[in-house]
């Protein structure tokens, strides 16, 4: 038993040692999208709050939007990089620091700027092919003219001991009644 122990810590130890020797950022967002475009539709499918329509819709946008979402940060991630070892190619010191920088600016720069413009427009093509982008005509508000508009009390008695004056001020409606009560 403690030789399988060794060697299942052996083997643990030679994984873990390989994933942060190859820690870059592009692959963590690659994953963490590749999770959310499985995760993600199946949650909104499985909302039972909307209609069926509605679910398999918003589905299908996050599935697109993920699919987006993986290419892009591989492009923008490598690309950056690339960009970086270029800049320091006579160092090779500050070449491995700047490329590995400029990947993780070239991943935050495709998850602000990057994926939201390339969705927009995949997404509009996508809403087109669909139907979904024209506007549904709104029927008018039906208006019930025939019902009598409610009574309403007339105070003939407008004299109060600060005078005839009908605009007087209540405190009442100064007083803030709601919040915390301590």
Do not use: H, Q
């Amino acid at each position: 038993m403690a030789d399988f122990l060794g060697k299942f810590t052996e083997l643990g130890k030679k994984i873990l040692v390989s994933v942060g020797k190859n820690n870059k950022p592009t692959y963590a967002v690659m994953a963490i999208a590749t999770a959310n475009g499985i995760f993600k539709p199946l949650s909104s499918l499985t909302d039972k709050k909307e209609k069926p329509e509605a679910r398999k819709y918003a589905a299908l946008r996050e599935f697109a939007t993920e699919c987006v979402a993986v290419p892009t940060y591989w492009a923008c991630g490598v690309g950056a990089a690339t960009l970086g070892a270029k800049l320091f190619k006579d160092n090779p010191e500050k070449k491995a620091m700047a490329r590995a920088n400029m990947m993780f600016l070239g991943v935050c720069t495709a998850a602000l700027l990057v994926i939201p413009a390339v969705c927009s427009v995949a997404l509009w093509g996508l809403d087109k092919a669909l139907g979904k982008d024209k506007p549904k005509a709104k029927e008018p508000a039906k208006l019930d003219l025939t019902s009598p508009a409610p009574e309403m009390e007339i105070r003939s008695d407008t004299s109060t001991k600060f005078g005839n004056n009908i605009y007087r001020p209540n405190i009442n409606t100064f007083i803030y009644k709601g919040g915390l009560k301590i």
